[in-house]
């Protein structure tokens, strides 16, 4: 088993970043969901169960900002607010304080999302804890939904979209991006991941434990590139991987260890 790809998410619900190694920090990979946008009048977290057009948004980590792209307006430079004001926000069950952006990063994002938002940054990863359910107590997460990284088997994705073919050939195959993970992995068995719950991986020199499987949402019809909604893999996943009313692909990991992961690295169940 190796490292197929790995990805990073700088805005929470924004396009990927794919990249050839990361640094694993203790609550994710290293500039992976740090960002996130935030309704300005309830603080609240803007995913894309509320608008698709996070979709067109493209950020990518410059030193300890993010440059935003989209192709209707000019790139936005965004520093680190590092001495920015705090602003308590609320993403998934979290409700904390974070750092907020500079204005231009409100008004150009507002821009292209058609609704007045604000742009947060987590500037101290450590405020918010894992469901203690799967977690030690000292285990952290940035802005992911509840756990610091995903993984996703390439060879279980194509045993989904051979389901998802067989009960309608007219469907095109669902890409991985849908799942957004952080970490793929190849030369794995279909659906071997259930068997890693409870239990430890090697992924190059970095100790992880497996916590949970990955209950999916309806973000995974939303096509990652466009932002077009369907039906698959939900309807699929419903019919084939239905645990007590959990819709499940992909596997959440907390790391054990800091340390660097890179495309290629082999992966050992401990």
Request: glycine share 6%; net charge negative.
């Amino acid at each position: 088993m190796r490292v197929e790809a790995i990805a990073i998410y700088p805005v929470k619900g924004c396009r990927r970043v794919e990249v050839d190694e990361a640094v694993v920090q203790p609550w994710g990979l290293a500039a992976d969901r740090r960002w996130v946008v935030v309704d300005a009048r309830t603080d609240r977290a803007i995913t894309l169960r509320d608008t698709t057009r996070l979709t067109q948004i493209s950020p990518t980590p410059v030193g300890n900002g993010l440059v935003l792209r989209t192709p209707t307006q000019p790139d936005l430079a965004v520093a680190a607010p590092v001495d920015g004001p705090l602003r308590p926000v609320t993403v998934a069950s979290f409700t904390g304080p974070a750092r907020l952006a500079d204005a231009a990063a409100h008004e150009w994002l507002s821009e292209v999302l058609e609704r007045d938002v604000r742009l947060v940054w987590f500037d101290d990863p450590t405020r918010r804890p894992v469901d203690a359910r799967y977690a030690q107590p000292t285990d952290r997460v940035g802005f992911a939904d509840g756990f610091p990284v995903s993984l996703a088997n390439t060879a279980s994705l194509a045993a989904l979209n051979d389901l998802i073919l067989a009960s309608d050939p007219r469907q095109e195959p669902v890409p991985m991006t849908r799942f957004r993970p952080n970490v793929v992995v190849s030369g794995a068995p279909a659906w071997v991941e259930d068997e890693w719950i409870g239990r430890r991986l090697r992924v190059g020199d970095v100790v992880f434990r497996a916590a949970k499987p990955n209950d999916r949402c309806v973000v995974t019809t939303i096509d990652a590139e466009t932002g077009e909604k369907g039906h698959e893999p939900l309807r699929t996943l419903g019919r084939h991987r239905n645990v007590d009313q959990e819709l499940l692909f992909a596997t959440y990991l907390i790391p054990d260890t800091p340390g660097r992961i890179a495309v290629g690295d082999p992966i050992a169940v401990l």
